[in-house]
């Protein structure tokens, strides 16, 4: 079964400071990974998918997020945070079955930006 | 247009009460998809139709029972709920496009059970 896990249940930056998301995934297929957003009571936004295409996926505001096979990571990043990144941050991998896909989450990381 | 809307933002209900939660969207997906997500953990999927048939039920008790009418609505009856089943209910939709299919989500339904 596929999985991924988010190392850092809090992750607390100070505005304009690099923010670094930890990602690691385990398939025995070529993943397809998703960074989704969550602000307090309400729904999920895409960042960034990986699809295969590039290594380096970029994403909204900002993002970016790089696939490494050798390390089984998809860690997600921005060069400088804005307090309007404080949110929830999950990182997710499709069990792509054809007939509709099953998202499957990690924890999750609470990202805290300090002025 | 990538909007998901889900009605209603926020429900209140008894253990004995019938309700329902209702989603739309009009990007023409072909798949929906119920999520329920608890406080503090990720969203964990519950149900996913794909053409309007079921093809997904993530073995979720009968008390909650999904509904797609057409390829642009998605219902989920409530019947006899407990209090556990408090939590935010999450709506998406898919293209069933090959490869990396994105699911977009709706603001959710905040559920309370008495």
Known sequence: AQSVTQLGSHVSVSEGALVLLRCNYSSSVPPYLFWYVQYPNQGLQLLLKYTSAATLVKGINGFEAEFKKSETSFHLTKPSAHMSDAAEYFCAVSDARGYGNKLVFGAGTILRVKS | ?114
Request: net charge positive.
């Open chain 2, 1 to 114: 247009d990538t909007e998901v809307t889900q009605t209603p933002k926020h429900l209140v209900m008894g253990m004995t009460n019938k309700k329902s939660l209702k989603c739309e969207q009009h990007m023409g997906h072909r798949a929906m998809y119920w999520y329920k997500q608890k406080a503090k953990k990720p969203p964990e999927l519950m149900f996913v139709y794909s053409y309007e048939k079921l093809s997904i039920n993530e073995s979720v008790p009968s008390r909650f029972s999904p509904e797609c009418p057409n390829s642009s609505l998605l219902n989920l009856h409530l019947h006899a709920l407990q209090p556990e089943d408090s939590a935010l209910y999450l709506c998406a939709s898919s293209q069933l496009a090959p490869g990396a299919d994105t699911q977009y989500f709706g603001p959710g339904t905040r559920l309370t059970v008495l």
